[in-house]
């Protein structure tokens, strides 16, 4: 069974260390880039913007999905 693909919103996990982030650092999808990259943002708990980070897809793994009424809104 393959992996669930990597949709925007989705909260992922880093699983290689990107420049000052260490791996397990998390992530939201903030847009995907064709189809093996996508653009992810680094948040503080009060949700500011750290970093922006363009990854490959294969260093992300999903830890969290917003649910679907939210993505309806």
Known sequence: ???EPIRILDIVE???ASGRWPNGTRA???ELLGSEAALVEV???RGHTLDDLE???D???IV???SQR???T
Do not use: H, I, N
Request: charged residues 20%.
């Open 55 to 57: 990854l490959p897809l």
């Open 1 to 3: 069974m393959s992996p």
């Open 64 to 66: 969290g999905r917003p």
């Open 43 to 45: 948040a503080d708990d």
């Open 70 to 72: 939210q993505r309806a």
């Open 14 to 16: 880093l699983t290689a």
């Open 59 to 61: 260093v992300l793994r």
């Open 28 to 30: 939201t999808v903030l």
